[in-house]
């Protein structure tokens, strides 16, 4: 059966249900640990995660690619580009992960395509931080690379910024700051899938966190057509096959795009809905794969 490479930190939920997915449409799904990558340059194979050779794949799905030391990062990441520069279909692709994992360079490109995103400045002195701080008066500071709602922190108090900053400043860390924007405490994760919002739903909390992995509840939610589009249009910015797109909305009715996850789970959505979407996603790399034989595109 043809091979489809799982990559990422642990065989979890997701894997689990890729794996069935994936075998329903009649796939060999072998799973890769992203921390047991191993590449070499003149020989074959040219890429092995936990011994496998990656580069005998079809198609590599990136699941997880966690925190390092630069060059672990760098590594993981150039070797998401072998693959894809050989044939192998890598979903997503490692320039869209490289995009959505930093959130300047997401923020960048939402307003580059003309999505509303919140007003973001981002500097490296504490001196531009604070007047970020003066000029917002109300903030959201987050670091450059995270997820899950971690390290993020609202400041309406200049006081309280400085100490912030301050040690921000002494790790050496970049000052990413966000306009607030007052969402009633609720927003929109929704997963596009190819061209197509597969599910959504609200993400309630008691504070402004909305994140699940912060203690947000999930609620059923149905996007109408222009704000699943605008989802459709933050994932086709970054360059993913397949995306989270995170939303939120003012109290004047206005929706901004505050984030877009290039390897996004969804245990928290399913919970919403009777969709399958793990089968979703395997049907989306499935069509890419006979997409590609059919306009005879073969491996380098």
Known sequence: ?????????????????????????????????????????????????????????????????????????????????????????????????????????????????????????????LEEAMAAFHHFQDVVVKPLFGSLGKGMVRITDADTAYRVFRALELSRNIFYLQRFIPHDNRDVRALVVGERVVAAMHRVAEGWKTNLAQGGRAEPCRLDDALAACCVRAARAVGAYYAGVDLVTDPRGSHYVVEVNGIPGWSGLQSTTSLDIAGEIAGLVDGLLRGRKRQGEVRK
Request: hydrophobic share 45%; no cysteine.
């Open 1 to 125: 059966m043809p091979g489809i490479g799982i990559l990422g930190t642990a065989e979890n939920w997701h894997t689990q249900a890729l794996r069935q997915a994936f075998g329903r449409l009649g796939y060999d799904v072998v799973w890769l640990p992203v921390t047991r990558l191993a590449a070499r340059v003149g020989g074959r194979p040219a890429a092995t995660a936990g011994g496998y050779g990656a580069d005998d794949l079809e198609a590599v799905l990136v699941r997880g690619i966690p925190g390092g030391s630069l060059e672990q990062v760098i590594f993981r990441l150039d070797v998401m580009h072998t693959l894809d520069r050989m044939g192998v279909l890598v979903v997503n692709p490692p320039a869209a992960v490289e995009k959505t994992v930093d959130k300047f360079y997401t923020s960048r490109l939402l307003a580059e395509a003309g999505l509303p995103t919140p007003e973001t400045i981002v500097a490296e002195r």
